[in-house]
């Protein structure tokens, strides 16, 4: 069993940079990912880390401005987010997956409770 808690969400402005925080606990040797969901839009991928934190995966929306890290030794994955945009305000997911490479919301095996991510024009 692992439980995922988020934290670092809020309000910033547009071009501005937020970091967001996934603390784990139980067994915790997972492939980490996040994913957001926006007001009335389904679920989507973000971005991705193997559990030794040697390979990441995202798609091209975020490249350049998404980071993902992971601190193993504090069961801690972080997304650094930078150049924000209005179009990334949503609700972010911290999500573990025995799956590599993971990207699709069926291949969680844990969820977090969300951090909302507010994003001004």
């Known amino acids: 069993q692992v439980q995922l808690v988020e934290s670092g969400g809020g309000l910033v402005q547009a071009g501005g940079s937020l970091r967001l925080t996934c603390a784990a606990s139980?067994?915790?040797?997972?492939?980490m990912g996040w994913f957001r969901q926006a007001p009335g839009k389904e679920r989507e991928f973000v971005i991705a880390?193997?559990?030794?934190?040697?390979?990441?995966s995202y798609p091209g929306s975020v490249k350049g401005r998404f980071t993902i890290s992971r601190d193993n030794a504090k069961n801690t994955v972080y997304l650094q987010m930078n150049s924000l945009k209005p179009e990334d305000t949503a609700v972010y997911y911290c999500?573990?997956?025995?799956?590599?490479?993971?990207?699709?919301?069926?291949?969680?095996?844990?969820w977090g409770q969300g951090t909302q991510v507010t994003v001004s024009s």
């Open positions: 999500a573990a997956s025995r799956h590599w490479v993971f990207s699709k919301i069926d291949e969680a095996d844990y």
């Open positions: 880390i193997s559990a030794s934190g040697g390979s990441t």
């Open positions: 139980g067994r915790t040797f997972y492939n």
